[in-house]
């Protein structure tokens, strides 16, 4: 990181030497974003019932430079206000909490109030290309912002972006450091790995790659392509050096029905991973995966929209020989069946199906939401081919955004209710309860954006 430091630093100092005249240059554009989050989970048995309130305010800063380029440099700060006992084990499993603690610093769970630089980038913007380096957000299928808590995940390396014609577009980072959510730090990507919940090897004991697993980068590229008519076409490769190589190819297409209010939607995406190197390790004990497992995902959607309406349903399945695996530090899953606060990420077979209906009320600035979801995992006590012990399982999730547009300004208000419920109520083990499902969860999120130019 230190060369990423001198080289933006170097990079300033040369081009400050031009465009002093220019009085369009070096006016920052800054920003204050706040964030404020309270969490709580309970269950139905005599589990360790959680609470956390947490917030978060973000200052950055962006201004145009001389020749194209452009700096971007910002700080975030992170309160605990109230909490339970989050360092208290569950005295049935005993394991931490899962969900509340994510709100704060995973490493140092004792800190109430902490802080981290996250966008650290310079940037150059031309008509068809763009480049970037330093300290960035990231969108892409598997390594994402997963912006869920106080924070997103932020990532540290190049990216570029190239359009050649209108209807494609290529994007390629190149990461060799990473930020995730509920941290107050800076990794690598080997560091990295294992921050959150290692659970069980293949073989039932506790997973021991956390601080072992050895890759030098990541490498992700998206190409976009424009399909006639109302289609689109997503191809991506995401390569983890020494760890496994990811594939994924996704359709979608938007139809024009009879009924002209409406538009039908679909959408089919299929995935393809496979192990490399010593998957992370060449101790088989202290791995992160087996370079021997192969998975495959196919995935599909259907549904309807119209202007203030959203309905589609979805369907997963996943096969293959050994764990699909992608670092939950770095990203939520890609799959069409995905909900808010689970992933079926860890696993050697899914079939899942899930529904989602969202309708806004324009005159009110109030969108609801909701999603259902049923998902059929290999049994729990399976840890080839079901790593964190989780048992099928049906969830839903109630939401509500609200964005007041005529009293408070930059003003967003989001709530979720989730609950989890195992679909096979016999001879549930404690582990399998804890953390993971006969649970109820609540999101209360408060976000509040104050631009000054």
Known sequence: MKKIIFSLMGSLMWLSGFGQQDSSLWKPELRLGLRSYFMSTSYREDFKDDYAWGQMARLSARTMLPHRFQVTAEYLGFLRILSSNLQALDPRVPNLNRYEVGLFDVNNLDKRVFGKIGNLHLDYLHTNFQARLGRMEVNTPFINAQDGRLSPTFVEGFRWDFQPIPEIAVTHHLIWGVSPRSTGNWFSLGESIGMYPVARDEWGQPSSYFGQTEVDFAHVLDVKIKLEPNASLLLNHTLVQNIYSTYLAQWDKTWGLPNRSLQGITGLQSIVQHGIGDGGNEEIALRYKNPEDYNWILSGRIGLKSKKSLWHINYTK????????SPREWGKDPFYTFIPRERNEGLESVDAVSTYFQ?????????????????????????????????????????????????VEGLNVHLILMSKTALDQTELRPAWVYNKVNLFHVNTILNYTIPWK
Do not use: C
Not at 318 to 325: D, I
Not at 387 to 401: C, E, T, V
């Open 359 to 407: 309708h806004a009320f324009p005159e009110k600035s109030l969108q609801v939401y909701s999603y259902l979801g049923f998902h059929f995992l290999p049994n729990p006590s399976d840890a080839k081919r079901n790593k964190y012990a989780l048992p099928s399982y049906a969830q839903a999730n109630i939401g509500l955004r609200y964005t007041p547009k005529k009293w």
């Open 318 to 325: 996943m096969g293959g020989n050994g764990r699909f695996l």
